[in-house]
């Protein structure tokens, strides 16, 4: 069930259109409902205040009709240059956030529900023109929608003005990895709990001294999901343990392992039945969404920040303050007690090990592309070296320690060489 349910509110969520149609059959169904009320109101003596010429009605009607449908057309046209826009010079991951921007979705979304409302009213207008009767109720609502609509364009053109900056646009992707970088520290709901050292290296040997099974991709694409509680489910009867081989967000082959099984029994095996059920629970995509990983927010921020620093842009501004938000990004994942997420059942059994998650691959993802392309870059290179030394004065171990030194002693040889004068 909760792999269906992911599977539809990423399909919502991509889907450009679904506000724009909800809007539109509530328009279609509102202005029908309207005009029975209309008429049955002014049957019974009521909306004496609301009487006017049929031709006024008319007029009025398909004036607001025509310029809906010539606003929605200047709604496309403005999205369509900032999506050229934006692909250009920031990246096509950028162009998901515009995929799922409400308020343009909701703008295009009112201007068409406005345009059917009035084309609705003006024709049963005219069926009604003989009866003598003019839903004038109606043709003032269809007035107001048009006014809010007018506004809604207002407010469109501040909104796009405003979200095609590049600061704003950085700004959103790290608040996106801040988010998504503290749904993994302890104590998040719904991630499980961090193992010490010493449980973790206990669990890798039970899987290389009892691993009795693999379950594979039966498809190839992005690993966006696992249904982890029903797996723990599936788990508990047989006495097997569940480890991911695959990180979220991964490009897996078809037939590729994607998880294996382990057992403390002494004898045990693996059911046909059991392994269907499993691949069943793992859900894989034609592409990553931001839903799946935190790499896809490093890569996001990242992407940027290299466009930024490509000859054909040169904006080094734009660069350092993706630097930034991925150093705050850094920040969260240091937080965590391990690097090995588990999952327990309801005995206190870990049934579940999710694939391990190290910070130095975060830290090489995020600060090593960056470092690599602002080789004759020294403003970026400081940027990257201070944050790094804001790193180091929260790191909580030894280790992270060690991999932010080593980080910045790449990024100190770059800079030295940078500025050396020949």
Avoid at 14 to 35: C, E, K, Q, R, V
Avoid at 53 to 76: C, K, N, W, Y
Avoid at 221 to 230: A, H, V
Avoid at 308 to 317: K, R
Wanted: charged share 20%.
């Amino acid at each position: 069930m909760k792999v269906l349910i992911f599977r539809l509110l990423t399909a919502v969520r991509s889907n450009f259109w679904f506000i724009p149609s909800l809007l539109t059959m509530s328009a279609i169904a509102g202005a029908f409902a309207l005009l029975e009320a209309d008429f049955a109101l002014r049957e019974q003596g009521f909306l004496a205040q609301f009487v006017m010429p049929i031709e006024s009605a008319r007029l009025a009607l398909s004036t607001i009709a025509g310029s809906m449908i010539t606003m929605a057309s200047l709604v496309f046209s403005m999205t369509l240059v900032a999506l050229t826009l934006v692909s250009q010079q920031l990246g096509p991951r950028i162009l998901m956030r515009f995929m799922d921007d409400r308020p343009t979705q909701v703008v295009l979304g009112l201007f068409i529900a406005t345009f059917l409302f009035a084309l609705i009213i003006l024709i049963r207008t005219g069926e009604e023109a003989y009866a003598g009767r003019v839903p004038g109720i109606a043709v003032v609502v269809t007035a107001t929608l048009a006014v809010l609509s007018l506004g809604a364009m207002i407010h469109f053109i501040h909104h796009i003005a405003t979200r095609l900056q590049a600061d704003v646009l950085v700004s959103e992707l790290g608040r996106d990895l801040r988010a998504a970088a503290s749904s993994l520290s302890p104590g998040a709901a719904g991630i499980g709990e961090y193992v010490p050292k010493r449980e973790q290296q206990s669990l890798n040997a039970l899987f290389e001294d009892h691993a009795i099974g693999h379950v594979s991709a039966t498809a190839s694409g992005y690993l966006l999901q696992l249904d982890t509680e029903t797996a723990v489910g599936l788990a508990q009867a047989p006495d097997l343990v569940i480890r991911m081989d695959a990180r979220p967000g991964q490009f897996v082959l078809q037939d590729e392992p994607v998880m294996t099984l382990a057992t403390r029994a002494a004898e045990s095996e693996v059911s046909s039945a059991l392994t269907e059920k499993l691949e069943r629970l793992i859900v894989v995509g034609p592409r990553r969404t931001p839903e799946a990983s935190v790499e896809f927010e490093i890569d996001a921020l990242v992407e940027v920040a290299l466009r930024a620093l490509s000859p054909g842009i040169n904006d080094t501004f734009t660069a350092t303050t993706c630097v930034d938000r991925l150093c705050d990004g850094l920040r969260c994942l240091m937080q965590r007690d391990s690097e090995q997420r588990v999952v327990r059942d309801p005995d206190g059994v870990v049934r579940f090990m999710h694939a391990p998650e190290p910070f130095s691959r975060y830290l090489s993802k995020a600060f090593g592309p960056i470092c690599y392309a602002a080789d004759d870059n020294p403003m970026v290179l400081e940027k990257l070296l201070h944050s790094i030394e804001r790193l180091q004065e929260r790191a909580s171990d030894q280790e992270q320690q060690y991999l932010l030194e080593k980080q910045a002693g790449l990024i100190r040889s770059r800079l030295e060489a940078s500025t050396t004068v020949d």
